[in-house]
């Protein structure tokens, strides 16, 4: 157990539909990172927060959008979703701002998208 | 732009056989390279990390080496087990030249099954 916590575990939603991902970092840590794995593109990493900073971006596509809360909690909104959206969703929390620092991943959400 | 090339798996070993996993790396800079461990059904592991050239990451008896002249981070075991059975990522993180901005890219992943 990573101490990283995602919910739902699965979930399944329509095309065209919003859904929205939950992560709660481990205790102390101040960054959240999301990544997208599917078998077609592999481990793209989306966007990453710090103490409620957005701190980098990757691949994310402009119907997704996350955001980090006061209690360090992240939520990533997926919006307009489409068939090609169905993958894994993990999060990764770590305790410093940037990737040198060891990320700890949660279990993942899976979406499907029909 | 930052890319990672890692073996095509996947990669079958019979227990206690040398393992090496390829992982080359196209950067502008001077990056971070990372290997990661996905165990079936769960979320990505740090495995080991070097942050500069000529740096050794090392741990649970895996090793890689940053190599600059031949931008090259591959991973090595002596003698693998079959709880290594997995899928390794190889991943690079370079800050951008504002410093204000990162990327983050990983390799594809390679499979590896270690046979009893």
């Known amino acids: 157990d990573s101490g990283v916590t995602q919910t739902p575990k699965h979930l399944i939603t329509a095309t065209g539909q919003r859904v929205t991902l939950r992560c709660s970092p481990r205790?102390?840590?101040?960054?959240v990172y999301w990544y997208q794995q599917s078998l077609d593109q592999g481990l793209q990493f989306l966007i990453h927060y710090y103490n409620g900073e957005e701190r980098a971006k990757g691949n994310i596509l402009e119907r997704f959008s996350a955001q980090q809360f006061p209690d360090l909690h992240s939520e990533l909104n997926l919006s307009s979703l489409e068939l090609g959206d169905s993958a894994l969703y993990f999060c990764?929390?770590?305790?410093?701002?940037?990737?040198?620092?060891?990320?700890?991943f949660g279990p993942g959400t899976r979406l499907t998208v029909t | 732009g930052d890319s990672v090339t890692q073996m095509e798996g996947p990669v079958t070993l019979s227990e206690e056989a040398f393992l090496t996993i390829n992982c080359t790396y196209t950067?502008?800079?001077?990056?971070?390279l990372f290997w990661y461990v996905q165990y079936p059904g769960e979320g990505l592991q740090l495995l080991l990390k070097?942050?500069?050239?000529?740096d050794k990451g090392s741990n649970k008896g895996f090793e890689a080496t940053y190599r600059k002249e031949t931008t090259s981070f591959h991973l090595e075991k002596g003698s693998v087990q079959v709880s290594d059975s997995a899928v390794y990522f190889c991943?690079?993180?370079?800050?951008?030249?504002?410093?204000?901005?990162?990327?983050?890219?990983f390799g594809k992943g390679t499979l590896l099954t270690v046979n009893p």
């Open positions: 990764a929390s770590s305790v410093g701002p940037d990737p040198s620092y060891e990320q700890y």
């Open positions: 070097a942050t500069k050239a000529d």
């Open positions: 950067a502008t800079g001077y990056p971070s």
């Open positions: 205790s102390g840590d101040l960054s």
């Open positions: 991943a690079l993180s370079e800050i951008d030249s504002g410093g204000s901005n990162y990327k983050l890219t």
